[in-house]
């Protein structure tokens, strides 16, 4: 991580209401942050999970942000803009708990990023308080899981999570179950995910997410490992055996006669 990222960060972190407060102060600290104890004018961020009591009294220019913005930021290495992490129900996926299952490293990140950036909440267990299970398959001890809670969790793919971004809006789940064909309308399209030498395909199994221009920055280490070669087929390889240089292949056409200079 960068020494500067927070530098210039007045920060006031209330302990009670962070989670993971060590983790945060370390990495204010670690990336040129300095710590007020006293809500005074000097603060430029209070750093909080859940609301201050209406009574309490802010620093006229301080801004009030999730502990989300410092973790964020320090893994991008770059310092993001707090309107996202903002302390508020408005935001695109505030109330959301979202649980991944079968994703890949690198889009489990991904989505994580996404999620957490629009003020959403990410968890390994799958529980009552998960509403969205995002996954590609209909198998699976978590997707059992979710079948078992009803209505109250709800199955869709990365798909979802990317559309309702680009539309800056939470679009509907219909449609996004793991089991809807690769041909069904996603908004006003159709998704197709781009595979690792460029082209598309439908979708399938072990695909990319694909990111919106609008989602966070990944860090260095959201950034996938390269995709195997193209191997498809580009026509019957040629096997015969190799003849004496200057042989031609059995299958080339037999030469005219040779044009004999004068």
């Known amino acids: 991580m960068g020494s500067d990222v927070f530098r210039g960060v007045e920060f006031y972190l209330d302990e009670r209401r962070v989670k993971d407060a060590a983790e945060v102060k370390h990495l204010l600290k670690v990336g040129g942050g300095c710590r007020s104890f006293y809500l005074d004018e000097m603060v430029t961020h209070v750093i909080l999970d859940s609301a201050l009591?209406?009574?309490?009294?802010?620093?006229?220019?301080?801004?009030?942000?999730?502990?989300?913005?410092?973790?964020?930021?320090?893994?991008?290495?770059?310092?993001?803009?707090?309107?996202?992490?903002?302390?508020?129900?408005?935001?695109?996926?505030?109330?959301?708990?979202?649980c991944t299952s079968k994703l890949s490293r690198a889009d489990t990140e991904k989505l994580g990023a996404m999620v957490l950036y629009y003020g959403g909440k990410m968890q390994r267990r799958l529980d009552s308080s998960v509403t969205h299970l995002v996954t590609m398959e209909t198998s699976g001890l978590k997707y059992e899981s979710a079948l078992r809670h009803g209505n109250s969790v709800k199955v869709v793919t990365p798909e979802w999570v990317v559309d309702?971004?680009?539309?800056?809006?939470?679009?509907?789940?219909?449609?996004?179950?793991?089991?809807?064909?690769?041909t069904t309308p996603v908004g006003s399209r159709e998704y197709h995910s781009p595979t690792c030498n460029g082209e598309t395909e439908e979708r399938g199994e072990a695909q990319s997410l694909v990111v919106p221009a609008n989602a966070p920055p990944p860090g260095p280490a959201d950034t996938p490992p390269p995709g195997p070669a193209d191997t498809s087929p580009s026509g019957p390889a040629d096997t015969s055996p190799p003849g004496p240089a200057g042989t031609p292949p059995p299958d080339a056409p037999s030469p005219g006669p040779a044009n004999t200079p004068p």
């Open 53 to 98: 009591p209406p009574s309490t009294l802010l620093p006229s220019d301080a801004v009030v942000v999730h502990s989300d913005w410092v973790k964020i930021s320090s893994r991008c290495e770059t310092l993001l803009p707090t309107a996202p992490f903002e302390l508020s129900d408005s935001r695109l996926f505030s109330g959301l708990v979202v």
């Open 164 to 182: 309702c971004i680009t539309h800056g809006e939470k679009v509907g789940e219909e449609g996004y179950h793991p089991s809807a064909p690769p």
